[in-house]
């Protein structure tokens, strides 16, 4: 069943890039005692994820930290080194946190997979929005299909914000 809302998050390992380079970080270590804003995207470069998704969200990243939120941040099914990429190439970078959840262990863990298999892409993550509170989750908003991304949009999730907090 996938997490809902008065759900903790579960202890998954994510990877971060830092300056001396990919380092570990743990669920605990992003998201306790912090209003964390996470979207989850099933591929960086894929087309609603670079062209509409995190677009959203790099624009409205000042607007979620005027709502309290602590910290935005993405995950997705890829190695750091792509979000890394990636989120330089969409202005994300210092301002979004990119979770490698290369595995996909976080995405099974909160039952949020998706098998695209079929289109050579593997296991991913479903596309959703959340927001989370000291590892608590508040709302979440998933996706019906990999290609909608109105109901995990940064405008949605800030305008749920105001309800949640």
Same mark, same amino acid.
């Given at each position: 069943m996938p997490i809902q809302p008065g759900d903790k998050l579960?202890?998954?390992?994510?990877?971060?890039?830092?300056?001396?380079?990919?380092?570990p970080v743990t669920t605990a270590e992003v998201f306790k005692g912090r209003k964390v804003?996470?979207?989850?995207?099933?591929?960086?470069?894929?087309?609603?994820?670079?062209k509409s998704h995190m677009p959203g969200f790099v624009d409205r990243v000042d607007e979620l930290k005027a709502k309290g939120i602590?910290?935005?941040?993405?995950?997705?099914?890829?190695?750091?080194f792509v979000l890394s990429n990636w989120a330089k190439d969409t202005g994300a $970078?210092?301002?979004i946190?990119?979770?490698?959840?290369g595995s996909a262990d976080f995405a099974k863990a909160v039952g949020l997979e998706i098998d695209l298999t079929s289109r050579g892409l593997g296991v991913r993550s479903k596309r959703y929005?959340?927001?989370? $509170?000291?590892g608590t989750v508040k709302v979440v908003n998933v996706e019906d299909a990999p290609p909608q991304h109105s109901v995990s949009s940064a405008e949605t999730l800030c305008s749920m914000i105001d309800r949640s907090l």
């Open positions: 579960p202890d998954v390992t994510f990877t971060i890039m830092t300056a001396d380079g990919p380092k804003a996470l979207f989850a995207v099933p591929g960086a470069y894929t087309p609603t994820c670079h602590d910290v935005v941040a993405c995950t997705a099914v890829n190695d750091i $970078e210092g301002t946190t990119m979770l490698a959840d929005s959340m927001l989370v $509170e000291d």
